[in-house]
């Protein structure tokens, strides 16, 4: 595993070739438990790290177009950054059952 300083500077590299969600992940991946997953398990938590990129840009691209001003497009990056802290809090809070 990757000390915290060789993760940093190897998420540097990629942001700095504008592979932005990449260095995220690699960032993730390598601070986290890298020999612990399958191949196959690596491959799908990708996958769903780089869709929700997506979806978070379509989401930003979709509100751009319909012409939100520059402060609803600040407060829809703020309440997305107030949900991400929520979610990573000590304690997360429980799913919400239906």
Known sequence: MLTE???DERAMRLA???????A???KLILRGAPGYFSP?????MQAAFFR??????SL???AD????SEEAMLKMV????????????PTPPAPKTH
């Not at 700095?16 to 990449?22: D, F, H, M, Q």
């Not at 196959?40 to 799908?44: Q, S």
């Open 5 to 7: 300083q060789e993760a």
């Open 16 to 22: 700095k070739e504008g592979k932005l969600i990449e």
């Open 24 to 26: 995220a992940w690699v």
């Open 40 to 44: 196959g398990d690596l491959y799908l």
């Open 52 to 57: 929700g990129a997506k979806h978070m840009l």
């Open 60 to 62: 930003i691209a979709a």
């Open 65 to 68: 177009r319909k012409g939100l």
């Open 78 to 89: 703020d309440d997305v950054r107030a949900e991400l802290n929520s979610y990573f809090a």
